[in-house]
């Protein structure tokens, strides 16, 4: 397949006429097809159906310290939810997670704001006191992530992501040197959406970060902690080993969440933090509630058991999820590889695919996929402010759709990509 890079003016302009033609065939058949969201699809739903029966009378209420989860009580959560959170994110201090409710990233919200309000644990100043402040913003990244300090006046900066993570040439630049700046945001593993599991050497860097601030905080959001597409395990070193070492544990907000596990809707998040940092938050959280569903809670111990539990669930998840990712992979191989206009990440595990189409066409490829009824998250969401400097970084979220619509739409933004690349191409000849 000759690369549109190499084609002449003539063949560029055959070629952009013959995905015209095909789109418009698309375009008759009235199609609503959806890849905006990383949601978990109705038969992984199912996957957790059980969990709904596993609590049937009063005697299923009752923690191993004989609390009665019906009632008030326990703010933090029950110590065996703590347990299998442990267990199964691979040595998290049990003694150091509060779980909380069905949202880590309303937890991770929460948290931000409470930094606005009351400061961090040590007695410095709320943010909202200190005039302008950043977050450091690893992209392409979670939009929603970028969202919450959009929403909370926050400057964010562009950090670069490489193989191993972020650049931590850049983060180690501005962290060190400005006190303006007061966080970061991380995916450690399957990093939303380039797929990327942060390298021993990242997660110690992190770990021996001397921040200028001294009430910086590291926003560590591990949301695909087990959420492998095949069976070998893709490791992720443990943070808190590495703070501990350097002591820093103080610089951590470590967030996780069961929401693409067992129910999105009424899972469980936590949150753990250094002993230092619960002292502080624990009594401004005993403001706004009494204590989370600890019937939920129960309900997954009852369900998962333990690790083991766990995943083997998501193995199941992932015998479901993996022909559709591999599905989307095999339709650009065949449709886009070779042309020199297009590239995309090959995830182990996750819910996203990064698709990079030919610089300054990303808006145009998502316009013309809105226009045959394909919907795509939007462009340039994956950085902050909206703003790809590039205009060519694209999320995929395969999960969601059936197969077959999964293979239609990747066909279709397939077509998109070409025809905007054809465009552009052509107005630089």
Known sequence: MKSYLEMTKDELTTELALERAILADWEAKNLTLDLTRGKPSQAQLDLSSKMLGVIS?????????????????????????????????????????????????????????????????????????????????????????????????????????TPEGPDMDEV???ACSDPSVKGIWCVPKFSNPEGITYSDRVVEQFAALKPAAVDFRIFWDNAYAVHELYDEEVKLANVFDYALQYGTQD????????????????????????????????????????????????????????????????????ALIRPKFEAVEQTFDKYLDGLGIARWTHPLGGYFISMYVYPGTAKRVYQLCRSVGVNLTQ??????????????????????????????????????????????LLEKM
């Open 379 to 424: 462009a340039g969401a994956t950085y902050p402010y909206g703003r790809d400097p590039e205009d060519s970084n694209l999320r995929i979220a395969p999960t969601f759709p059936e197969l077959s619509e999964i293979k239609q739409a990747t066909k279709i933004l397939c077509t998109c990509t070409k025809i905007a690349a054809a465009e552009k």
């Open 172 to 174: 180690y630049n501005y």
């Open 57 to 161: 009378d009063r005697g299923d209420c009752f923690s191993e310290t004989g609390l009665d989860c019906r009632n008030y009580g326990i703010l933090d959560g029950l110590p065996e939810t703590k347990k299998l959170f442990a267990e199964f994110l691979g040595g998290v201090p049990e003694e150091n997670i509060m779980v909380l409710g069905n949202s880590s990233l309303n937890a991770m919200y929460d948290t931000v704001v409470r930094c606005m309000l009351f400061g961090v644990a040590g007695g410095h100043e709320p943010w909202v006191r200190q005039g302008r402040i950043k977050f450091l913003c690893p992209c392409p990244g979670y939009d929603r992530h970028f969202a919450i300090c959009r929403t909370l006046g926050i400057e964010m900066i562009p950090i670069r992501m």
């Open 251 to 318: 610089n951590f907000f470590y967030f996780a969440s069961t929401s693409k596990i067992s129910f999105p809707g009424s899972g469980l998040a936590i949150m753990v933090a250094s002993e230092k940092n619960l002292e502080q938050i624990k009594p401004i959280l005993a403001t706004q509630t009494i204590g989370y569903d600890k019937i939920n809670q129960m309900r997954h111990v009852k369900f998962f058991k333990d690790a083991d539990g766990v995943r083997a669930h998501m193995k199941a998840h992932a």
